[in-house]
């Protein structure tokens, strides 16, 4: 059987700071080759992806895994406790960046499917499908890997997300959607000038304040079934000016936004450049903006895929989880365009912290869930 916290304390010290592969995907390649499953990187921006199959291609019922192996920084490497990419145990607990986002859910996910077509050899084809640029700004991870499995007619029929997902107890939440997510840069452009002759001068900052008051107060939506309501944050306000006695000529404020499908980043942006139109007009500053979509909102509807992971949920840890669109984005949002696609993970609330670290227990849990999975997939 595979060790799913050993192979986790393995990839724990590999050091694959995005976008750093770090030794980690050859770790796993070597391991799935080892296990018959035909594997290939997909690198693509100077970012390393794994793509391993077995069974057939482009076979009907191919049941995909999708995580990342790419960790965020570890900040001050001083104040951990436990070396970031030493993998120390203590107390039942694995320390270690990237302990629980996400090396433990690949590690699981890996083992439960090394094991299954060992023993099990099912009647189609098991996928996973791995990157190196989730914490990143995920343009060539699992992006190339869905661009790639299109130009060479691979396919998954169905697919979970590794990340973490439960808040308090493994087994507690399953993800069948996200909030979109996007953010706006916007410049408020008047006129330089001393403050004490503010009729020769145009103020930007009263302006900027307007369109913050106008866009943090404004009601989105009540939100819907399965999301919550759309929020727009304003997150900075910056003239660069430091000087009191002069009004500046510019200043730039950032707002994001996270929203449900009763929305588009189209129909934001829209939204935006409306109300930055109508402040423009009422105070004779010229607006400028740039935007950025990180993702559009999506949902799974509750069915076939749902009710098959929180079976095997409930049938290995005796909870029955919800089902949740909370949190911030993942590469789900690019996997629910290839195929249906859910997230159940570990416990999360650790993740990106200094000492980070996973409970052991719950990685072996985590496997005996996908293993189950896997099993009542292809048994159906």
Same mark, same amino acid.
């Given at each position: 059987m595979t060790d799913p916290q050993d192979l986790t304390a393995r990839l724990v010290r590999c050091?694959?700071?995005?976008?750093?592969?770090?030794?980690?995907?050859?770790?796993?390649? #070597?391991?799935? @080759?080892?296990?018959?499953f035909a594997c290939t990187r997909v690198d693509r921006g100077g970012v390393a992806n794994l793509f +391993?199959? &077995? #069974?057939?291609?482009?076979?009907?019922?191919? =049941?995909? =895994?999708?995580?990342?192996?790419?960790?965020?920084?570890?900040?001050?490497? +001083?104040?951990?406790?436990?070396?970031? =990419? #030493?993998?120390?145990e203590e107390d039942g607990w694995l320390y270690g960046r990237g302990a629980t986002d996400m090396k433990s859910g690949v590690a699981a996910f890996v083992a439960a499917a090394v094991d299954f077509v060992r023993q099990t050899p099912p009647d189609g084809a098991v996928v996973l499908a791995i990157t190196g640029d989730e914490e990143g700004v995920s343009t060539d991870g699992t992006l190339a890997l869905l661009? &790639?499995?299109?130009?060479?007619?691979?396919?998954? @029929?169905?697919?979970?997300?590794?990340?973490?997902?439960?808040?308090?107890? *493994?087994?507690?939440?399953?993800? *069948?959607?996200?909030? #979109? @997510?996007?953010?706006? &840069? *916007?410049?408020?452009?008047?006129?330089q000038g001393h403050s004490a002759y503010l009729q020769k001068a145009l103020n930007p900052m009263p302006a900027v304040a307007l369109l913050a008051h106008r866009l943090s107060s404004h009601v989105l939506d009540e939100g819907t079934a399965h999301f919550d309501p759309s929020t727009c944050s304003v997150t900075s306000i910056d003239t660069g000016n430091p000087a009191t006695n002069v009004i500046p000529a510019q200043a730039r404020m950032a707002v994001n936004l996270r929203f449900n499908d009763l929305h588009s980043g189209a129909s934001l942006t829209d939204w935006l450049q409306s109300e930055a139109d109508k402040v423009a007009a009422e105070t004779g500053v010229t607006i400028n903006m740039a935007v950025k *979509? @990180?993702?559009?909102? =999506?949902?799974?509807?509750?069915? +076939?895929?749902?009710?098959?992971?929180a079976g095997a949920v409930t049938a290995e840890t005796g909870l029955v989880p919800r089902l949740s669109t909370s949190g911030g984005t993942s590469d789900a949002r690019f996997v629910k365009s290839h195929c249906p696609v859910v997230e159940f993970g570990l416990v999360g609330h650790r993740?990106?912290?200094?000492?980070?670290?996973? &409970?052991?227990p719950d990685i072996h849990a985590l496997k005996r869930v996908y293993s189950r999975i896997l099993s009542d997939y292809f048994a159906a």
């Open positions: 050091p694959s700071v995005t976008p750093e592969e770090g030794g980690a995907l050859v770790l796993l390649e #070597g391991l799935l @080759s080892e296990a018959g +391993a199959r &077995w #069974g057939q291609k482009g076979h009907p019922r191919s =049941f995909g =895994f999708n995580g990342h192996t790419d960790v965020v920084p570890v900040g001050d490497a +001083a104040a951990w406790t436990h070396p970031p =990419f #030493g993998a120390e661009d &790639w499995m299109k130009r060479e007619g691979e396919r998954m @029929s169905a697919c979970i997300v590794g990340e973490p997902t439960c808040p308090e107890t *493994i087994g507690d939440m399953i993800k *069948i959607g996200r909030r #979109g @997510s996007m953010s706006a &840069w *916007i410049t408020v452009t008047g006129k *979509i @990180s993702g559009e909102a =999506f949902l799974t509807p509750p069915g +076939a895929l749902s009710d098959l992971v993740m990106h912290e200094v000492d980070e670290r996973v &409970w052991t």
